[in-house]
């Protein structure tokens, strides 16, 4: 990196960027040894404008233990948006904070961000912040008294409707997702499964079970 003319700390970003290679292969590590007999480029396009922190939209699977294990270069949706527009790089898989976490029985939409602000946001906002959630049931659904769940009493309030003869569709803040359980419960009805299909204003939409996006920067929830 010396022909470069930038510090070691600016080498490194370099090289987390994604922007050095050795020998024809692109390394993303900065302390790796090369060889004095090595081949060492620069991209010629190399810049430190894309060192951004990104934020991870995950379909997570049911009862899955650790998330952060879906979210690897293998596992990027081909659907994604910005595919083609951001580099997958080993840097966007480090320093991810789980802003949203979902219970283990869940599934659907959940949020990993490097993003202070975004954290910020999701986990102080909420109480606020509407999530939405699809719940397939058992039970008479026609005979439960759904309206009763608006209320908030003494479990947290909820907009409910019924998507058919077992589903339902829940609207509530993110701090009541971990209640829905109880919520069905207190109607007469066993939630079988959950799944998270929007937080605020961004959706799950078509990505795939176990696949992950990158949040847009147009994007906000």
Same mark, same amino acid.
């Given at each position: 990196?010396?022909?470069?003319?930038?510090?070691?700390?600016?080498?490194e970003?370099?090289?987390?960027?994604g922007?050095?290679?050795?020998?024809?292969?692109?390394?993303?590590?900065p302390?790796?040894?090369v060889?004095?007999?090595?081949?060492?480029?620069? &991209?010629?396009? &190399?810049?430190?404008?894309?060192l951004?922190?990104?934020?991870?939209?995950?379909?997570?699977?049911?009862?899955?233990?650790?998330?952060?294990?879906?979210?690897? *270069? +293998?596992?990027?949706?081909?659907?994604d948006?910005?595919?083609?527009?951001?580099?997958?790089?080993?840097?966007?898989?480090?320093?991810?904070?789980d802003?949203?976490?979902?219970?283990?029985? #869940?599934? +659907?939409?959940?949020?990993?961000?490097?993003?202070?602000?975004?954290?910020?946001?999701?986990?102080?906002? #909420?109480?606020?912040?509407?999530?939405?959630c699809?719940?397939?049931?058992?039970?008479?659904?026609?005979?439960?008294d759904?309206?009763?769940?608006?209320? +908030?009493q003494?479990?947290?309030?909820?907009?409910?409707?019924?998507?058919?003869?077992?589903?339902?569709? $829940?609207?509530l *803040?993110?701090?009541?997702?971990?209640?829905?359980?109880?919520?069905?419960?207190?109607?007469?009805?066993?939630a079988?499964?959950?799944?998270?299909?929007?937080?605020g204003?961004?959706?799950?939409?078509?990505?795939?079970?176990?696949?992950?996006? $990158?949040?847009?920067?147009?994007?906000?929830f």
């Amino acid at each position: 990196m010396q022909h470069k003319g930038c510090s070691r700390s600016v080498a490194e970003q370099y090289i987390e960027g994604g922007w050095v290679s050795v020998d024809g292969q692109v390394e993303e590590e900065p302390g790796m040894r090369v060889l004095d007999a090595q081949r060492v480029e620069v &991209a010629a396009d &190399a810049n430190l404008l894309d060192l951004a922190p990104v934020t991870l939209l995950l379909h997570q699977p049911a009862n899955c233990s650790d998330p952060l294990d879906c979210l690897h *270069p +293998g596992t990027h949706s081909a659907s994604d948006p910005q595919a083609g527009r951001i580099r997958v790089l080993q840097r966007h898989f480090r320093r991810l904070q789980d802003c949203a976490p979902l219970p283990l029985a #869940a599934h +659907g939409l959940a949020v990993f961000t490097q993003d202070r602000n975004i954290a910020r946001r999701l986990i102080d906002d #909420a109480q606020t912040m509407e999530h939405e959630c699809i719940v397939e049931v058992s039970g008479d659904v026609a005979a439960a008294d759904l309206a009763s769940l608006r209320s +908030g009493q003494p479990l947290p309030p909820a907009k409910v409707s019924r998507q058919s003869e077992n589903h339902l569709r $829940f609207a509530l *803040p993110g701090t009541a997702v971990r209640a829905i359980p109880a919520l069905c419960a207190s109607v007469g009805l066993k939630a079988v499964s959950v799944r998270r299909i929007r937080i605020g204003r961004i959706p799950l939409a078509k990505l795939e079970e176990g696949g992950w996006r $990158f949040l847009g920067r147009g994007e906000r929830f």
